[in-house]
């Protein structure tokens, strides 16, 4: 039996949708950054139960949830797997030098 891996794209704002305000608010919480700051490391995108972080396996599928429904972050799914990765291009054609400024930032 062949099996045909297949990937799909969980729902997201288009670019012209991506607000700055929800942008904001969603890099407002300092886990949420820890993602983002993961994540601008690895261009290609982490499995989401790969990030490590200090919150319980469900907080950190709401910060996901969170910052993929503000544009911030684009998830897939690979099987079973869902890799989160950083939505840079659409964020640095919308919201110049943002991104770099939030990544530059002391933590």
């Known amino acids: 039996m062949n099996t045909v891996s297949t990937s799909k794209q969980l729902p997201q704002p288009d670019r012209g949708e991506i607000r700055v305000d929800a942008v904001l608010q969603a890099l407002g919480e300092p886990v949420r950054l820890l993602i983002v700051r993961a994540l601008a490391d690895v261009p290609e995108g982490i499995a989401c139960g790969e990030l490590d972080l200090p919150v319980t396996a469900?907080?950190?599928?709401?910060?996901?949830?969170?910052?993929?429904?503000?544009?911030?972050?684009?998830?897939?799914?690979?099987?079973?797997?869902?890799?989160?990765?950083?939505?840079?291009?659409?964020?640095d054609a919308l919201y110049p030098g943002l991104l770099d400024g939030i990544l530059a930032a002391k933590q």
């Open 58 to 91: 469900s907080t950190r599928a709401h910060h996901l949830r969170t910052l993929r429904e503000s544009g911030v972050l684009t998830t897939r799914t690979e099987g079973t797997r869902r890799i989160s990765s950083l939505r840079r291009e659409d964020l």
